[in-house]
């Protein structure tokens, strides 16, 4: 549903795949996405490779950041 796409060693775009879910989970996502941001970079931080830290996340570029 949601992948990181490295632009360079420290930063990751945002991919929300919507084909591999029912419309309620995407409704559901985008909403977290949108209103809750916090609990949407919880699910980030999740996806970040072990030997890298969240550091920010641009939600209007849909970019994370990592040290």
Do not use: G
């Amino acid at each position: 549903m949601i992948t990181l796409l490295p632009l360079n060693d420290k930063q990751y775009k945002i991919i929300i795949n919507i084909d591999d879910c029912t419309e309620e989970e995407r409704i559901k996502l985008i909403r977290k996405r949108d209103l809750f941001p916090a609990e949407f970079v919880k699910l980030l931080i999740d996806l970040i490779p072990e030997n890298q830290i969240f550091d920010t996340y641009s939600h209007y570029d849909m970019i994370l950041n990592v040290r």
